[in-house]
């Protein structure tokens, strides 16, 4: 089963974090992907650029509102993702728990839906 790990931080607080800890991070994220992969579990993962950089979209009554910026009014911000096949539920908050920004922001485990006709399934 397909599994997203979205994961969060505040990132006042990770611009805090030492230039060298925050390159730590990040090569043992991608430590972790080569781990995942060759355990047939990696679909895809990325970080994501910061929220300042987002734009939200809605379209109501056929007009579409766009609006700078993250959606979420918290301190938190989607700060990256993996996709990755786990057996279980158990499984996948297993891997989550492995997520090196684990340690420092969160991890939200959430089951994919499959929908037949879609590319590559």
């Known amino acids: 089963m397909k599994y997203m790990l979205l994961i ?10 030492a230039k060298e800890e925050q390159q730590q991070i990040l090569a043992e994220s991608v430590r972790f992907t080569h781990e995942l992969h060759a355990n047939n579990q990696y679909l895809s993962a990325a ?8 734009a939200v979209v809605r379209v109501r009554q056929g007009k579409p509102f766009v609006t700078d910026g993250p959606f979420a009014e918290t301190r ?12 279980d539920h158990e499984e996948a908050i297993s891997i989550a ?25």
Do not use: M
């Open 8 to 17: 969060y931080d505040d990132e006042v607080v990770f611009s805090k974090i």
């Open 47 to 54: 970080p994501l650029q910061p929220g300042a950089t987002a």
């Open 76 to 87: 938190e911000q989607i700060a990256g993702y993996f996709l990755i096949h786990a057996k």
């Open 97 to 121: 728990a492995r997520v090196p920004c684990a340690r420092i922001g969160t991890v939200e485990v959430r089951p994919v839906n499959d929908i037949p006709g879609l590319p590559n399934t």
